[in-house]
């Protein structure tokens, strides 16, 4: 099994709806997750930090589910820019701070 | 707020040949890392430097060297250039607690 694993999509989505992304990670130990947005050709940026108790920025949500190890990324009333592949990435407690990034997900937003 | 600065952005190198490729960052950042990307295997981190002077080995690092110049330069060398090595290399920088900050990449062909 895959440290961690991302569905590769693409989710092909119409403007205006809502959807949802998870990332499983199999090391219990895991402390902590981010989700990073990659545009075609370009480096992947922070999207969003996820903390245990969730956060919101605007229109993307961002959970941690630490019983079923996995995070969430929740779009909601999807724009064409939102469309780019979705990277999870999740780091193990013990202080090396080294991530292990997911293989993303892809997202398409069409008219 | 240059952030990440790579150059190369785009190298087409025979095999055997030789290159360096830099990396700086200018938000003072102790970690310095790395990173392949080909398609379907997602980022793969090759070294890291955790801090100025120290320099470990990641997931893939044969084929490779590095160097901690300073606190602001990690350079990448390829010594003998091998189809193999064609890829696409982000060198990214960090805090250890705000995520990873990416440069723009460099194409690499191995011709």
């Known amino acids: 099994r895959k440290e961690v694993e991302q569905d590769p999509g693409p989710f092909n989505v119409p403007e205006g709806a809502t959807v949802a992304f998870n990332c499983t990670y199999s090391?219990?130990?895991?402390?902590?997750f981010f989700w990073y947005r990659q545009d075609c050709r370009k480096e992947p940026k922070l999207l969003m930090s996820?903390?245990?108790s969730g956060n919101e920025d605007g229109r993307f949500t961002a959970q941690l589910n630490r019983a079923s190890q996995y995070i969430s990324l929740l779009i909601r009333d999807s724009k064409l820019s939102d469309s780019a592949t979705y990277l999870c990435a999740v780091i193990l407690s013990g202080g090396s701070y080294i991530p292990t990034f997911g293989r993303g997900t892809s997202l398409i937003v069409h008219p | 707020n240059a952030g990440v600065t790579q150059t190369p952005k785009f190298q087409v190198l025979k095999t055997g040949q030789s290159m360096t490729l830099q990396c700086a960052q200018d938000m003072n950042h102790n970690s310095m890392y790395w990173y392949r990307q080909d398609p379907g295997m997602g980022l793969r981190l090759i070294y890291y430097s955790a801090s100025e002077g120290t320099t470990d080995k990641g997931e893939v690092p044969n084929g490779y060297n590095v160097s901690r110049l300073n606190k602001r330069e990690f350079s990448l060398r390829l010594e003998s250039a091998a189809p193999s090595q064609t890829s696409v290399y982000f060198c990214?920088?960090?805090?250890?607690?705000?995520?990873?900050?990416f440069g723009s990449g460099t194409r690499l062909t191995v011709v």
């Open positions: 996820v903390y245990s």
């Open positions: 990214a920088s960090s805090d250890g607690f705000n995520g990873y900050t």
């Open positions: 090391n219990s130990a895991s402390q902590s």
